[in-house]
Nanobody, 128 residues
Framework: QGQLEESGGGSVQAGGSLKLSCALA????????LAWFRQAPGKELEGVGS???????SYADSVKGRFTISKDNVENILSLEMTSLKPEDTAMYFC??????????????????????WGRGTQVTVSS
């Protein structure tokens, strides 16, 4: 079905902002639960937040109030707007999709299992 493709990563100082984009290609349909994940060196994959057309958004406690996920239905892009960035936000960020809509219903972001479609990631580095 094609690949999800992230962009927008880069280096920023603590307190700064960055916006990531994920080109959805074939995954733009409302049947999909969409999500952002991140993985820092030496650490486990972490669910950042999810987006579902019917349920809305859900975020991990670590990013709640600082990160916002939105979807542009015209451009077919899933965005992750990150503000008040901290050094601990440094990670490779991935977008992912699944037809298992229930995975978008958790109150604290998506689980790390169950997403079958992934992008290759974009690096975010936050310096102190």
């Amino acid at each position: 079905q094609g690949q999800l493709e992230e962009s927008g990563g880069g280096s920023v100082q603590a307190g700064g902002s960055l916006k990531l984009s994920c080109a959805l290609a074939h995954y733009r349909h409302s049947s999909y639960c969409l999500a952002w994940f991140r993985q820092a060196p030496g650490k486990e994959l972490e669910g950042v937040g999810s987006f579902d057309t019917e349920v809305g958004t859900s975020y991990a406690d670590s990013v709640k109030g600082r990160f916002t996920i939105s979807k542009d239905n015209v451009e077919n892009i899933l965005s992750l707007e990150m503000t008040s960035l901290k050094p601990e936000d440094t990670a490779m960020y991935f977008c992912a999709a699944t037809l298992a809509k229930a995975l978008c219903q958790g109150p604290r972001g998506p689980p790390t299992r169950g997403f079958g479609y992934w992008g290759r990631g974009t690096q975010v580095t936050v310096s102190s």
